[in-house]
T-cell receptor, first 113, second 111 residues
Framework: AQSVTQLGSHVSVSEGALVLLRCNYSSSVPPYLFWYVQYPNQGLQLLLKYTSAATLVKGINGFEAEFKKSETSFHLTKPSAHMSDAAEYFCAVSGTAGNKLTFGGGTRVLVKP | NAGVTQTPKFQVLKTGQSMTLQCAQDMNHEYMSWYRQDPGMGLRLIHYSVGAGITDQGEVPNGYNVSRSTTEDFPLRLLSAAPSQTSVYFC??????????FGQGTRLTVV
């Protein structure tokens, strides 16, 4: 069965500092990987996705993620945090039979001025 | 395009009542899913469908039923509401290789 682990349920960063959110996955087949963002009281919005093309994926709002097969990781980064980045972030994987989309537990990001 | 439309946005039920959460998509996506979101637990899959007439259970299916009579619609039925079903529910649709598109969610409270 596929699964996703996000390390750290809460992350606090200073404005202008690096944002690093960790995601490790397990999948028995080459996966599709996604990062979503959720702002308070809203639905989920796609940040970026990996679908077996380039291993470094650029998304919206300055975020990017690198697919590392050897480490089964898909960590999300942004060089300089903005106050508007305060939200909850979810990593998700799809790839096994039935194409279920499985989510990690989420990481809530707090940005300090 | 409207994308994925969920109704209602908010609902309060008494224990034991039944109700149906509606979900419709206009993108001709074959896959549709229902998730529930609870604090600290991410999104957990309740039921999903890979096409009209085909449904399957996800991680937390107990107490919920689904059907998929058309490509567009995927309603979620709560048979006899319990306080443990208090949650935010999201419907999503996708194709095999694309990202999921989500509705705005239904906030359900069972008292």
């Amino acid at each position: 069965a596929q699964s996703v682990t996000q390390l750290g349920s809460h992350v606090s960063v200073s404005e202008g500092a690096l944002v690093l959110l960790r995601c490790n996955y397990s999948s028995s087949v080459p996966p599709y990987l996604f990062w979503y963002v959720q702002y308070p009281n809203q639905g989920l919005q796609l940040l970026l996705k990996y679908t077996s093309a380039a291993t470094l994926v650029k998304g919206i709002n300055g975020f990017e993620a690198e697919f590392k097969k050897s480490e089964t990781s898909f960590h999300l980064t942004k060089p300089s945090a903005h106050m508007s980045d305060a939200a909850e972030y979810f990593c998700a994987v799809s790839g096994t039979a039935g194409n279920k989309l499985t989510f990690g537990g989420g990481t809530r990001v707090l940005v300090k001025p | 395009n409207a994308g994925v439309t969920q109704t209602p946005k908010f609902q309060v039920l008494k224990t034991g009542q039944s109700m149906t959460l509606q979900c419709a998509q206009d993108m001709n996506h074959e896959y549709m899913s229902w998730y529930r979101q609870d604090p600290g637990m991410g999104l957990r899959l309740i039921h999903y469908s890979v096409g009209a007439g085909i449904t399957d259970q996800g991680e937390v299916p107990n107490g919920y039923n689904v059907s998929r009579s058309t490509t567009e619609d995927f309603p979620l039925r709560l048979l006899s509401a319990a306080p443990s079903q208090t949650s935010v529910y999201f419907c999503a649709s996708r194709t095999e290789s694309t990202e999921a598109f989500f509705g705005q969610g239904t906030r359900l409270t069972v008292v």
